[in-house]
């Protein structure tokens, strides 16, 4: 038997003892800031600073707090049936009495291993009322940090990402806008169309003619998995051309629906302004009367 084994420290516990535990912890701490910088590393640029360092410093404090557990109980045999009953206990009541805490938490988890959304992502969260349009701008622990495009901030909880309503229109890639118009029903609809299709064609944000450093990206997007389940695996612009449909039939009045396709859905209001002006232009010009709702 070691001469470390013959010193007592107290009740039981031997130098030898003592000395295997801060080994223990040590290696316990080494493996913890390991693991912590490792993560930090990885997640930094895909969850952002913030929530990198919450996930990596929880890491740290599981791994280390394991290592006290199994030096306490392993090396220095003490009985902590006591402590943890104590501590189950309370941790019960603090479960529930933070409930909605605790689902954030988990969900920002969630959110950083499946991404649904990532940093500088345009979205919409929530039904009535919803967020709008609004930017990513953060992602903690616990909420999403979302800028609209009105300049105002909305904090929104982690759980509501992930079990709520969200449109993410960063990753759909383009989105479809929908504009309805009154017309007389003696209008030409021919006519229409092809104005329709001249000024779209012209728009510079408008698809799918657009500049060719655009076209390069709208093609990239068509590659996507997903793209491609609605699209097919063609690339084919085509299925983005705008559309005039007939909804409504009310007397002398009918009324149309013009669909476009666009890539910036932060600047759909501005895009839609400066194509309805050009459309006013074009039908004052080919006696085309445009009728109120």
Aim: glycine share 6%.
């Amino acid at each position: 038997m070691s001469w470390l084994d013959e010193i007592t420290i107290i009740d039981g516990v031997t130098a030898a003892m003592l000395i295997i535990f801060i080994l223990v912890l040590g290696l316990g701490v080494t493996i913890g800031k390991g693991t912590s910088m490792i993560l930090r590393k990885y997640l930094d640029e895909r969850v952002g600073r913030k929530t990198s360092k919450t996930i990596a410093r929880s890491a740290f404090y599981l791994i280390v707090g394991t290592a006290a557990v199994v030096g306490f109980t392993e090396v220095l045999k003490l009985d902590l049936s006591g402590l943890i009953l104590s501590l189950g206990l309370v941790t019960v009541a603090v479960a529930f009495a933070s409930q909605q805490i605790i689902q954030n938490i988990i969900s920002g988890f969630i959110i950083a291993l499946t991404k649904p959304i990532q940093l500088e992502d345009w979205v919409e969260v929530g039904n009535t009322p919803s967020t709008g349009v609004a930017r990513v701008r953060d992602i903690t622990l616990m909420n999403t940090v979302l800028r609209d495009i009105d300049g105002r901030i909305a904090i929104v909880p982690n759980s509501q990402i992930i079990n709520g309503k969200l449109i993410n229109y960063t990753q759909a890639g383009f989105v479809a806008v929908s504009i309805p118009m009154w017309i007389a029903t003696v209008s030409d609809l021919d006519r229409i169309r092809k104005i329709v299709m001249e000024e779209a064609d012209i728009h510079p944000r408008i698809l799918p003619k657009v500049t060719e450093d655009e076209k390069k990206v709208v093609i990239s997007i068509f590659e996507r998995p997903a793209i491609r389940a609605l699209f097919g695996a063609n690339q084919d612009l085509s299925v983005l051309n705008p559309k005039v449909n007939i909804v409504d039939l009310q007397g002398s009045r009918l009324k149309i629906e013009i669909r476009v396709w666009l890539r910036e859905i932060n600047r759909r209001d501005e895009i839609c302004s400066e194509f309805l002006a050009a459309l006013k232009r074009r039908f004052t010009a080919d006696s085309i009367e445009v009728r109120d709702s």
